[in-house]
Structure formats: C-alpha cells, structure tokens
C-alpha cells in the first residue's frame, strides 16, 4: 500500500499518518471484515502557529459501508495559566546548554469543527485536505 501523496505546507506536524491510496473493497478479508488501515485514527496535522488541527478517519470503524470523515478544527483559547516561575528550564548535557520551553496541552474543539467533510473515496478526501492546508 502507498500513502496518499499531500503536499504538507511549512507549519504543519504530521503527527498520525495512516492514510493509503486503497479503496474499502481492497481490504476486506476472507472472513467480510474490513481490515486495516480503515479505523478511526488515520491522519492528524496540527499547525501551532494557525492553531488548527485536520483530523481524518474512517467511521464507523472497520466498518465496510463506513465513509471517510475529514474534520478541521480550532484549538481552545488559550488556557489560562496560574502565573508560574517556570515557563522554560535549562539543563547542561555533555558540555552543552539545552532549554526547554515548557508550553500548555493542545486542546482542540472537537464538538464544534469549524469544516466536517465525508465521502467514501481518498481522492476526494486528499483533495478536501489540501484546501485545508491553503492560507486562509
């Protein structure tokens, strides 16, 4: 199986990918269930500095009648963080100094997307997840 060829803008973190140029019919075994890679989790992309998330999967999960859910989220605003003394530490490893920037959990709107696209072919699919991926 090949993966779906994307073409990934600077900014975006593939994070999750699992998303392969088959079609359902492909992947049924000898027994009629739909084997891999058709579960939820197919694709995640997340760009910190847009504060967006694209997420795909397949539902309902293995599922051979299921369709391909292509979502983009919004993340939360920004959490409200008690001021802290520490918003990065240093630490000195084998002659170097490396700091870290410690930063708040992505938290994404999930029960409301900001686009929900469904549809049973990956062209389709790709196609939806590069107008995702273009500057607004």
């Known amino acids: 199986m090949e993966l779906v060829a994307l073409s990934i803008p600077a900014g975006w973190q593939v994070v999750i990918n699992h998303f392969y140029q088959v079609t359902p019919q492909q992947c049924i075994d000898a027994n009629g269930v739909l084997a891999y890679p058709f579960y939820e989790d197919m694709l995640l992309l997340r760009n910190p500095s847009l504060r967006r998330t694209i997420d795909l999967g397949w539902l309902p ?3 051979a009648d299921g369709c391909y859910q292509l979502l983009l989220l919004a993340w939360q605003a920004e959490p409200i963080i008690a001021p802290s003394p520490k918003q990065s530490f240093t630490q000195r490893v084998g002659g170097h100094t490396l700091t870290y920037r410690l930063s708040p959990p992505i938290e994404e709107n999930w029960q409301q997307p900001l686009v929900s696209f469904r549809a049973i072919d ?9 107008q995702f991926l273009l500057p607004a």
């Open 61 to 63: 999960e293995g599922n």
């Open 122 to 130: 990956w062209q389709a699919v790709r196609d939806k997840i590069h």
